[in-house]
């Protein structure tokens, strides 16, 4: 399954962003679908997860300002983030694997 991220663009600080995973295929039975960000410079982190079950789990910089969520239905997994900072800015890319790749990514960048 391969995913395609969309959603990012410039914004101010304070500002907010949805950002969309779509998959090529069914998400339904993938276990753990997560966010990850790499910003200029630095290493790939992971931002948030979602699971099957139910479990849910962020990074401690973006707790109450994300929120991941996803819809089966759709095949979409969702970061909806608010209160963006600078250092928010990165490129956002979701990972499911072994059941689903990595993406293109999508740029969020935040600035004045």
């Known amino acids: 399954v391969q995913p395609v991220e969309s959603g990012g663009g410039l914004v101010q600080p304070g500002g907010s962003l949805r950002l969309s995973c779509a998959a090529s295929g069914s998400i339904a039975s993938i276990y753990s679908i997560a966010w990850y960000r790499q910003a200029p410079g630095k290493a790939r982190e992971w931002v948030a997860v979602?699971?099957?079950?139910?479990?849910?789990s962020y990074i401690e910089a973006v707790k109450g300002r994300f929120t991941i969520s996803r819809d089966n239905a759709k095949n979409t997994v969702y970061l909806d983030m608010i209160n963006l900072k600078p250092e928010d800015t990165a490129v956002y890319s979701c990972y499911g694997g072994p059941d689903m790749s990595w993406g293109q990514g999508t740029q969020v960048t935040v600035s004045s």
């Open positions: 979602t699971t099957t079950d139910g479990y849910i």
